[in-house]
């Protein structure tokens, strides 16, 4: 029993610190969504968000992401599991998820909502 504790213990570390690898790129895309114009938000946007966005009106990212989200500043808090993270910025709270070599915006403009998940004004499906 001992070792099978310690052979958990030992994994859950290794993915704290595969995930604490993760925190300073997760950071830089969301600051640079936080802080950026609506182009560079819309670039930041995980495909599935992006299409989400735009499935009504072709184009219409940047229009949508300037009033679906507020500017924000620094990071003031980041989670990462996996292929998954949330980062709370000052006005904030951006969902980002694995997308290639890099990390891309999930969702935004969330806000926590109760027992339920995260009511969210821009997200993907």
């Known amino acids: 029993m001992v070792g099978v504790l310690g052979l958990a213990a030992a ?3 290794l993915v704290s610190a595969c995930a604490a690898g993760q925190v300073p ?5 969301a600051t640079a969504f936080a ?3 609506p182009a560079t938000r819309c670039a930041l946007l995980a495909p599935a ?3 989400a966005v735009e499935h009504d009106r072709p184009g219409a ?13 620094q990071v003031q808090h980041v989670e990462v599991w996996g292929d998954q993270a949330l980062v709370r910025v000052a006005g ?4 980002l998820t694995r997308a290639g070599d890099g990390w891309a915006v999930s ?3 969330c806000a926590p909502a ?7 004004r821009l997200e993907g499906p």
């Open 107 to 109: 969702a935004a403009g």
């Open 92 to 95: 904030d709270t951006l969902f």
């Open 35 to 37: 802080t950026g114009d």
């Open 11 to 13: 994994a859950a570390g």
């Open 114 to 120: 109760g027992e339920a998940p995260y009511a969210c």
């Open 49 to 51: 968000t992006r299409a």
């Open 25 to 29: 790129q997760v950071e830089r895309v």
């Open 61 to 73: 990212c940047p229009d949508t992401v300037a009033g679906g989200t507020r500017p924000g500043g």
